[in-house]
């Protein structure tokens, strides 16, 4: 298997600009997990799915935040309007019913936004 | 709530000895998981090392073994033979039923020549 996808691996961007981080969990996991990096907050969950459907959203930061999961191979995470603190490494990871302890991480997307 | 604490923000050795990275957590929870990952320079998160809390046998991966002591909740991860592709940031987190893993802020491990 090819393991969870990320891209872009890197995305800078001005101020303002929408930002759109894409995932590809790997097939046969239903749970999809958006996870934010920073030196000062460390690993952070933003945002899980099961089965395609949201179920807790407690960690995304705020409305300029959103994440959709369309079908199960596919997830977004989109910033509108980003901002320079939302600079950080997003993680995408994914796991299946019956192995949930086991999250497998995707390489990350490091987003700049000057 | 859980939480994870690593108290080590940042530890060097010298190549070939052997280091202990510590981690405590707080649950109320009989059952769980308990994990190590690696993050090394490049950025990618690897699981190193897993431990069930049913199991009382520590786990180990080659030069990588855990003490867990469930009742002081504290999960500490031995590197033997340490080497230079060692060096990394190295994570401690927990899992329940919650679905969620719980991370800690990490260690940042330097493995000197």
Redesign the interface.
């Known amino acids: 298997d090819a393991g969870v996808i990320q891209s872009p691996r890197h995305e800078v961007t001005e101020m303002g600009q929408e930002v759109t981080l894409r995932c590809k969990p790997i097939s046969g996991h239903d749970?999809l997990f958006w996870y934010r990096q920073t030196m000062m907050r460390?690993?952070e969950?933003l945002i899980?799915f099961?089965n395609n459907v949201p179920?807790?959203d407690s960690g995304m930061p705020e409305d300029r935040f959103s994440a959709k999961m369309p079908n199960a191979s596919f997830s977004t995470l989109k910033i509108q309007p980003s901002e320079p603190r939302d600079s950080a490494?997003y993680?995408c990871?994914s796991t299946r019913t019956g192995e949930?302890?086991?999250?497998y991480?995707g390489?990350?997307t490091?987003l700049t936004v000057t | 709530a859980q939480t994870v604490t690593q108290s080590q923000p940042e530890m060097s050795v010298q190549e070939a000895e052997t280091v202990t990275l510590s981690c405590t957590y707080d649950t109320s929870e009989s059952n769980y998981y308990l994990f190590w990952y690696k993050q090394p320079p490049s950025g990618q998160m690897i699981l190193v090392i897993r431990q069930e809390a049913y199991k009382q046998q520590n786990a180990t991966e080659n030069r990588f073994s855990v003490n867990f002591q469930k009742a002081a909740k504290s999960f500490s991860l031995k590197i033997s033979d340490s080497q230079l592709g060692d060096t990394a940031m190295y994570f401690c987190a927990f899992w329940d039923r919650d679905d969620k893993i719980i991370f800690g802020k990490g260690t940042r491990l330097h493995i000197l020549p």
């Not at chain 1, 949930?100 to 999250?103: A, L």
């Open positions: 749970y460390g690993l969950l899980y099961n179920i807790d490494v993680f990871a949930r302890y086991e999250q991480f390489p990350g490091r």
